[in-house]
């Protein structure tokens, strides 16, 4: 079955920098885009980078444009979000996610991991 396993979350002071990992299994990684999405406490998930299937084209929510980077590596079958410049408001726990080719939506999620920012 597809596994998504999210690992490098922590809490980081104001500035600092974070590198999220997602590792995932069960079909073929090279064939799927994969996104990266959060949840703040009292809020909706909502959508904070994706990457298309080759690496070649990469999306950013505006609140993180310029910040965080996205990357994957299909030989480890891993997607990565570089987190720099870290603000309060980045606190949530972050989600990847895989999407089919031709689909709009996402149809698996890993277990999140924790981000905290402090001030």
Do not use: H
């Not at 079958?77 to 987190?83: D, E, F, R």
């Amino acid at each position: 079955q597809v596994q998504l396993v999210e690992s490098g979350g922590g809490l980081v002071q104001a500035g600092g920098s974070l590198r999220l990992s997602c590792a995932a299994s069960g079909r073929t990684f090279s064939s799927y885009a994969m996104g990266w999405f959060r949840q703040a406490p009292g809020k909706e998930r909502e959508f904070v980078a994706a990457i298309s299937w080759s690496g070649g084209s990469t999306y950013y929510a505006d609140s993180v444009k310029g910040r965080f980077t996205i990357s994957r590596d299909n030989a480890k079958n891993t997607v990565y979000l570089q987190m720099n410049s870290l603000k309060p408001e980045d606190t949530a726990v972050y989600y990847c996610a895989q999407q089919p080719p031709g689909f709009d939506e996402y149809d698996y999620w890993g277990q999140g991991t924790q981000v905290t920012v402090s001030s």
